[in-house]
Structure formats: structure tokens, C-alpha cells
């Protein structure tokens, strides 16, 4: 049993370090994905709620928590503009942690931090967390 649990292990961790083909395209599909990310990062830091908006698929899905499932852009959109209204959001880290391409469709994972400015006064927080994201091509989006 334990030698089955050893090959197992063994080949697993070879399947995890097989080299994933990359590609002009594939670079010019990351190259789009950190832009798309600068531009909703700034979206987010501006409190346009109309770019952000813009930049959400209208069938997104959002886990913001445990028990917080946001389903479809607007409903997003309607959460946000209730923190916009209190709080200026700064990124303060934004780590990729790896992008995996295929086809069609990109899973970027992310550690991000975030700086709450409060605008009433209130104190500030620190939110950090690790999102993954899928980009799938749509042509209506202002980033493809």
C-alpha cells in the first residue's frame, strides 16, 4: 500500500511540473489580462462604477464571502456602489501567482491587498485575499 501511495505521489508531482506549451499568442493573452487587471484596478481606486461595470461579463459570478454569492454584474455592481459610497479602495498588492491559458479561456490566481479609505472619517482597513479569476473572450467587454 505504501509503494502505491509513492508512485502515486511521484507521478502526480510529474504531471504538476509538465511544462505547459506557451506561445506568441499565449504571451499577447497575458500581456491583455495584466492590462484588463490595470484598468479595473484603477476602476476600483477612481470609484467608476460604469468602467467596472463594463468590465464584468453581464452572467458574472462573484464569491466575495462565505455566505456573499453575487450573481450577474448588477447585482455586484449594486454591493459596490454601497462600499464606493463610504470608501475610497486603493490596491496596495496585486501578486500574480500564475496565469494558465487555454484555448479561449485564461485562470488567472491572485494575492491582492486592499486599502479602504474611509470617507467619513471612519477608519481605514486592509482587506487581502486570493481571487482567481476566468477571463473568457467577450467582444462587448472595453478589453476583448
Same mark, same amino acid.
Given at each position: ?21 506557451? %506561445?506568441?499568442?499565449? @504571451?499577447? $493573452?497575458?500581456?491583455? *489580462?495584466? #492590462? ?6 484603477? /476602476? ?41 459610497? %463610504?470608501?475610497?479602495? @486603493?490596491? $496596495?498588492?496585486?501578486? *500574480?501567482? #500564475? ?6 479561456? /485564461? ?38
Amino acid at each position: 500500500m505504501r509503494k502505491i501511495k509513492e508512485i502515486s505521489i511521484i507521478i502526480f508531482s510529474f504531471i504538476l511540473f509538465i511544462p505547459i506549451r506557451t %506561445n506568441s499568442q499565449n @504571451e499577447e $493573452i497575458k500581456k491583455e *489580462i495584466l #492590462n484588463h487587471g490595470e484598468v479595473i484596478r484603477n /476602476a476600483f481606486s477612481e470609484g467608476d462604477t460604469e468602467k467596472i461595470k463594463l468590465l464584468h461579463h453581464p452572467d458574472v459570478t462573484k464569491a466575495l464571502g462565505y455566505k456573499d454569492l453575487k450573481i450577474g454584474r448588477d447585482e455586484v455592481i449594486v454591493g459596490l456602489k454601497e462600499t464606493l459610497e %463610504n470608501y475610497n479602495l @486603493e490596491f $496596495i498588492e496585486n501578486y *500574480i501567482e #500564475n496565469i494558465l491559458i487555454l484555448d479561449s479561456i /485564461a485562470i488567472e490566481q491572485t494575492r491582492f491587498s486592499v486599502k479602504g479609505i474611509s470617507k467619513h472619517g471612519g477608519e481605514s482597513f486592509i482587506f487581502r485575499g486570493r481571487t482567481m479569476v476566468m477571463y473568457i473572450k467577450y467582444d462587448k467587454s472595453p478589453t476583448g
